[in-house]
């Protein structure tokens, strides 16, 4: 996949914008601030949805404005496709496919990306949620029909535990009360579903990511990625990995189904002491090992990192192999200036033989000379095309 042509309407930083992106490696330089990683996040939200750097879509809206655009001139090798998604400050998004309205959560069917930031190490040194929003992000991109269950999920989570905070409020306990009965039902039938996607999802990337770890690092420690699932015992969201029996296989769909509910019945009494829905898929933890101990707090700085480039890299390798629109777009934002000059050149190797490269970074000379090709450069929210000799 190409993206050929993005533009911009009331998006962060920017009023308008008109970037023209090319096959190959696309270079955008620009000191911090300028709005470079604002291109890039756009590019981005069509694929998951989401974006790397916040939680909600509003902060994306340009300061003053209800409503920003987002509309991308995507190449499928010889079919074009005009993706558009118009972020409201309230309310739903909207969304069109070559003019035509459609469901938002029919974006990620023709955009695909593969976002490398330096938020990245987050995931492997941070919370829970960091690792949730990385695979969810990736199942949306392999299974576009799981967007809508992940969003029906958490808006049943919220209905749950608005209800379980009412029962502590008015002291209701036990066979009073029977709705909550409705809600288990539903966020075990849809919970089900997203824990075993996400375990099918981690045994297929273990092997890509092994690899891709080894290419990074030069050396084989041994990556793995195990499930904590909260619905086993314990709570990963709280530090409590006694939950994982962590397992890579996923289990059958009955199996997770009986367990969900054999949880929330175990927990029903602490969840009404706190108010809170305390098993399942938004409580799971995906722990990362190398050299069979937890990246988080056992890895050094350049391990921690050579994990986080081989979940992107094998991420886009999945998605390479499996998608007939060929490969997905690489976008490497701001990345090389966190990383040693041994990092920096195995990575640029890797990826430069993709469709289409595009990296982002404040100081030209941090990009290795196999990414550097057609540069565009970014000043308080202009955009220079060097090839094409002018401001866009």
Do not use: C
């Amino acid at each position: 996949m190409i993206v050929e042509h993005l533009s911009l309407v009331d998006f962060r930083n920017y009023a308008t914008a008109e970037l023209a992106l090319h096959r190959g490696p696309n270079v955008l330089v620009g000191r911090n601030g300028q709005g470079k990683t604002n291109l890039a996040e756009a590019v981005v939200f069509l694929a998951t949805l989401g974006s790397h750097r916040v939680s909600a879509d509003a902060p994306m809206v340009r300061d003053g404005q209800e409503f920003a655009i987002i509309r991308a001139r995507l190449s499928h090798g010889e079919r074009k496709v005009l993706a558009e998604v118009q972020l409201n400050r309230q309310g739903s998004n909207k969304a069109r496919i070559n003019g035509s309205p459609s469901k938002t959560n029919e974006l990620p069917r023709y955009a695909h990306v593969v976002l490398f930031a330096p938020e990245d190490l987050q995931i492997v040194r941070g919370d829970p949620s960091a690792r949730r929003r990385f695979v969810d992000q990736l199942l949306i991109q392999r299974t576009p029909r799981l967007a809508a269950v992940l969003a029906d999920y958490d808006r049943v989570l919220k209905q749950r535990n608005a209800l379980l905070k009412s029962a502590r409020a008015r002291g209701i306990r036990g066979e009073a009360l029977s709705t909550l009965d409705v809600w288990d039902d539903k966020l075990v039938a849809l919970g089900t579903e997203i824990i075993v996607a996400r375990q099918r999802l981690a045994a297929d990337l273990q092997q890509p990511v092994a690899d891709a770890y080894a290419a990074i690092a030069g050396a084989d420690h041994r990556p793995e990625l195990e499930w904590a699932l909260s619905i086993r015992g314990g709570d990963p969201e709280d530090g409590d990995e006694s939950a994982g029996d962590a397992e890579t296989d996923a289990p059958a769909p009955a199996s997770v189904s009986e367990m969900f509910r054999s949880s929330l019945a175990s927990k029903r009494a602490s969840e009404l002491d706190r108010g809170l829905t305390l098993t399942g898929p938004h409580r799971d933890d995906l722990v990362l090992r190398v050299r069979g101990l937890p990246v988080k707090g056992y890895a050094s700085h350049g391990e921690s990192w050579s994990v986080a480039l081989a979940l992107r890299l094998a991420s886009a390798e999945l998605l390479r192999s499996e998608s007939p629109a060929g490969d997905p777009v690489l976008i490497l934002d701001d990345v090389f200036a966190e990383l040693d000059a041994d990092r920096r050149q195995r990575l640029a190797a890797l990826t430069a033989g993709y469709e289409q490269v595009v990296v982002t970074a404040a100081v030209e000379e941090d990009i290795p000379e196999v990414l550097h090709a057609h540069v565009v450069r970014i000043t308080a929210g202009t955009i220079s095309d060097e090839r094409e000799g002018g401001a866009a």
